[in-house]
């Protein structure tokens, strides 16, 4: 099994608790600009939902302590772009081949996958601008 999953030492699993890491829990669509907590992680998908511009900040390690190995799933189902990028720039670094490197964005029905490699550093994957 990889690394953290919510379980700890004790826990016994279940067949629900193991069918449950096949889905994913859809939230409820983000109609305002949106700062990942801890609870984005582990097969979460957060949609944004915007006509306008709309964005999904990634928080520092000191605010929101992700374990390295960590996968936020975004999805985009406004027609504002969302762009992707990190609520304090000069601490945690957010890389892509986007056209912007460190703001990727997604258009309407786009996904990403952004992946903490580090501390604060993170690579973002997935259909981007």
Wanted: charge should be neutral; proline fraction near 4%; charged fraction near 5%.
């Amino acid at each position: 099994m990889a690394n953290g999953f919510p379980f700890t030492t004790g826990n016994v699993l279940s067949a629900t608790n193991m069918n449950g890491l096949t889905s994913f829990t859809i939230e409820t669509a983000n109609t305002a600009d949106y700062t990942a907590a801890l609870t984005d992680q582990y097969q979460v998908l957060d949609q944004m939902n915007k006509a306008t511009a709309i964005a999904y900040k990634i928080p520092t390690n000191a605010s929101v302590a992700f374990p390295i190995g960590t996968v936020l799933n975004i999805l985009n189902i406004g027609v504002g772009v969302c762009t992707i990028s990190a609520t304090t720039p000069g601490t945690t670094t957010i890389l892509s081949a986007g056209a912007t490197a460190a703001s990727p964005t997604l258009a309407q029905y786009k996904a990403a996958a952004c992946i903490k490699t580090g501390t604060d550093a993170w690579y973002v994957v997935g259909a981007i601008a």
